[in-house]
Protein backbone atom coordinates (compact mmCIF):
# COMPACT_ATOMS: atom_id res chain seq x y z
CA UNK A 1 0.00 0.00 0.00
CA UNK A 2 1.71 3.21 -0.87
CA UNK A 3 1.66 6.37 1.26
CA UNK A 4 -1.36 8.20 0.22
CA UNK A 5 -4.00 5.08 0.51
CA UNK A 6 -2.27 4.37 3.40
CA UNK A 7 -2.97 7.97 5.03
CA UNK A 8 -6.47 7.87 3.53
CA UNK A 9 -7.36 4.47 4.96
CA UNK A 10 -5.94 5.80 8.41
CA UNK A 11 -7.78 8.63 8.20
CA UNK A 12 -11.66 7.08 7.69
CA UNK A 13 -10.70 5.03 11.17
CA UNK A 14 -10.58 8.20 12.56
CA UNK A 15 -13.80 9.53 10.52
CA UNK A 16 -15.49 5.81 11.99
CA UNK A 17 -14.26 6.83 15.00
CA UNK A 18 -15.93 10.31 14.98
CA UNK A 19 -19.26 9.33 13.66
CA UNK A 20 -19.60 6.19 16.29
CA UNK A 21 -19.03 8.47 19.26
CA UNK A 22 -21.20 10.83 18.01
CA UNK A 23 -23.71 8.14 17.37
CA UNK A 24 -23.25 6.92 20.75
CA UNK A 25 -22.21 3.36 19.63
CA UNK A 26 -18.79 3.20 21.90
CA UNK A 27 -18.90 -0.83 20.66
CA UNK A 28 -17.43 -0.19 17.51
CA UNK A 29 -14.01 1.77 19.40
CA UNK A 30 -12.90 -2.10 19.44
CA UNK A 31 -12.51 -2.53 15.98
CA UNK A 32 -10.78 0.55 15.71
CA UNK A 33 -8.44 0.78 18.71
CA UNK A 34 -5.38 -2.55 19.26
CA UNK A 35 -6.84 -3.95 22.84
CA UNK A 36 -3.42 -2.64 24.15
CA UNK A 37 -4.05 0.88 22.71
CA UNK A 38 -3.06 3.81 25.47
CA UNK A 39 -5.04 6.95 25.33
CA UNK A 40 -3.24 9.74 27.16
CA UNK A 41 -4.92 12.90 28.24
CA UNK A 42 -1.77 15.23 29.28
CA UNK A 43 -4.18 18.33 30.69
CA UNK A 44 -5.26 15.64 33.68
CA UNK A 45 -2.20 13.35 33.91
CA UNK A 46 -4.89 10.34 33.05
CA UNK A 47 -3.26 7.35 30.83
CA UNK A 48 -6.02 4.66 29.62
CA UNK A 49 -4.11 1.67 29.04
CA UNK A 50 -6.10 -1.64 27.53
CA UNK A 51 -9.46 -2.08 26.20
CA UNK A 52 -10.96 -2.58 29.28
CA UNK A 53 -9.98 0.38 30.83
CA UNK A 54 -11.81 2.26 27.72
CA UNK A 55 -14.38 0.51 27.57
CA UNK A 56 -15.36 1.22 31.51
CA UNK A 57 -14.73 5.15 30.91
CA UNK A 58 -16.61 5.25 27.82
CA UNK A 59 -20.04 3.02 29.29
CA UNK A 60 -19.43 5.71 32.09
CA UNK A 61 -19.41 8.84 30.34
CA UNK A 62 -22.22 10.80 31.54
CA UNK A 63 -22.76 12.81 27.99
CA UNK A 64 -20.44 11.69 25.21
CA UNK A 65 -19.84 14.31 23.09
CA UNK A 66 -20.94 15.38 19.73
CA UNK A 67 -17.50 15.71 17.72
CA UNK A 68 -17.70 18.29 14.77
CA UNK A 69 -14.20 17.82 12.87
CA UNK A 70 -12.71 21.28 11.95
CA UNK A 71 -9.26 19.49 10.04
CA UNK A 72 -7.48 15.78 9.64
CA UNK A 73 -4.46 15.18 8.28
CA UNK A 74 -2.44 12.27 7.76
CA UNK A 75 1.42 11.16 7.15
CA UNK A 76 2.60 7.97 8.01
CA UNK A 77 1.14 6.37 11.04
CA UNK A 78 0.05 9.08 12.83
CA UNK A 79 -3.17 11.02 12.23
CA UNK A 80 -3.96 14.86 13.51
CA UNK A 81 -7.48 15.89 14.39
CA UNK A 82 -8.75 19.18 15.07
CA UNK A 83 -12.24 18.89 16.72
CA UNK A 84 -14.88 21.14 18.54
CA UNK A 85 -16.44 18.69 21.71
CA UNK A 86 -20.13 19.88 22.61
CA UNK A 87 -21.21 18.23 25.71
CA UNK A 88 -24.60 19.76 25.40
CA UNK A 89 -23.08 22.43 27.58
CA UNK A 90 -19.23 23.07 27.97
CA UNK A 91 -17.99 23.26 24.45
CA UNK A 92 -14.33 22.45 23.79
CA UNK A 93 -11.49 23.01 21.26
CA UNK A 94 -10.23 19.48 20.89
CA UNK A 95 -6.80 18.03 18.76
CA UNK A 96 -6.38 14.89 18.75
CA UNK A 97 -3.25 12.64 17.82
CA UNK A 98 -3.42 9.24 16.51
CA UNK A 99 -0.38 6.96 16.42
CA UNK A 100 -1.32 3.73 14.11
CA UNK A 101 0.28 0.41 14.14
CA UNK A 102 -1.10 -1.35 11.17
CA UNK A 103 -4.49 -0.41 10.51
CA UNK A 104 -5.77 -0.02 13.99
CA UNK A 105 -4.74 3.09 16.52
CA UNK A 106 -2.51 2.04 19.01
CA UNK A 107 -2.00 5.32 20.85
CA UNK A 108 -4.57 8.36 21.10
CA UNK A 109 -2.68 11.32 22.91
CA UNK A 110 -5.74 14.17 23.49
CA UNK A 111 -5.70 17.84 24.15
CA UNK A 112 -8.99 20.29 25.25
CA UNK A 113 -8.92 23.55 25.62
CA UNK A 114 -12.42 25.74 26.22
CA UNK A 115 -12.57 28.71 23.65
CA UNK A 116 -11.88 32.33 25.27
CA UNK A 117 -12.00 36.00 24.04
CA UNK A 118 -9.07 37.24 22.83
CA UNK A 119 -7.39 39.96 24.45
CA UNK A 120 -7.57 43.50 23.29
CA UNK A 121 -3.59 44.06 22.82
CA UNK A 122 -3.20 41.72 20.27
CA UNK A 123 -6.23 42.91 18.03
CA UNK A 124 -3.87 45.24 15.54
CA UNK A 125 -1.91 41.73 14.23
CA UNK A 126 -4.52 39.13 13.90
CA UNK A 127 -8.03 38.58 12.87
CA UNK A 128 -10.96 37.15 14.64
CA UNK A 129 -11.83 33.38 12.87
Request: some cysteine; overall charge negative; aromatic content about 10%.
Amino acid sequence: MDGADRNAQHEAVVERLIACINEGRIEVMDELFHEDAVMDWPQSGERVVGGENRRGIYRAFPQLPTITPRRIVSAGDLVVAEATLDYGGPVYKTVFVFEFRGDRIARETAYWSEPFDPPDWRSRWVEVA
